[in-house]
């Protein structure tokens, strides 16, 4: 799986949007880019996915750039309870092989909201 | 509808012994997939289970082993427990195949070693 770096903290005020950095240079062109959040004492939670074109659900925005070597996810309205550490995950979305069910997290990037 | 259970929440073991996790997926979810969160680190990949075969190991040694049962929940063992071995054990579960990158997580058992 592609290697993902992500700053290791950032600060947002309550309200304001929240825009967290992932670079994945070496991505291949069948891997996608996954985000998933972690909040204090609990386990990760799954926030969204993309392969090239940008994407937005209930809970965030995924910007990936042309080239798809990096990608921003986007919390349009951070809250305190968006205070959690996020993960930008590569891999491959199946095909087997490998792949399988395998999540390869990193540092990820600790996010703090602000009141 | 209940998420991801695991149990016990927390466990405090001494070195050299054996201990059990246990996960109940979500209803209707076949994969089961096991994690190794020490502090201050993201989490590690240890099994994946889908309809109760392995699917998937991660670089852990062979004291851990698992085991999926026919009603999808699962057990993780280790045997010969070690200080490092210390960490948050997290359970997730997919609706789809064994390469779902849509994994719903447990909150995790604490396990302890002294």
């Known amino acids: 799986d592609a290697k993902t770096t992500q700053p290791p903290s950032m600060d947002c005020a309550e309200g304001r949007a929240a825009n967290l950095p992932c670079n994945h240079s070496t991505i291949s062109g069948n891997e996608y880019v996954y985000w998933y959040r972690q909040i204090h004492s609990q386990g990760p939670q799954y926030i969204i996915h993309?392969?090239?074109n940008n994407e937005t659900n209930e809970m965030a925005s995924l910007i990936i750039t042309e080239d798809r070597k990096s990608s921003t996810l986007i919390l349009p309205h951070a809250t305190l309870r968006d205070t959690a550490v996020y993960y930008c995950i590569v891999r491959p979305l199946g095909a087997g092989g490998t792949s399988y069910g395998k999540l390869t997290f990193g540092q990820g990037t600790i996010l703090t909201v602000h009141p | 509808d209940a998420g991801v259970t695991q149990s016990p929440t927390h466990l405090i073991k001494t070195r050299g012994q054996q201990v059990t996790l246990r996960c109940s997926p979500i209803s209707g979810h076949k994969s089961v997939s096991w994690y190794q969160q020490v502090l201050g680190q993201g989490p590690q990949f240890i099994f994946q289970?889908?309809?109760?075969?392995?699917?998937g190991r991660g670089n852990f040694p062979d004291r851990f082993s698992a085991r999926q049962f026919p009603n999808y929940s699962s057990e993780l063992n280790v045997n010969a427990l070690l200080l490092g071995d210390s960490a948050l054990y997290l359970c997730?579960?997919?609706?789809?195949?064994?390469?779902?990158?849509?994994?719903?997580f447990g909150p995790g058992t604490r396990l302890t070693v002294t």
């Open positions: 289970y889908y309809e109760k075969e392995e699917r």
């Open positions: 993309g392969l090239k």
């Open positions: 997730a579960s997919s609706p789809r195949g064994p390469s779902s990158y849509e994994q719903y």
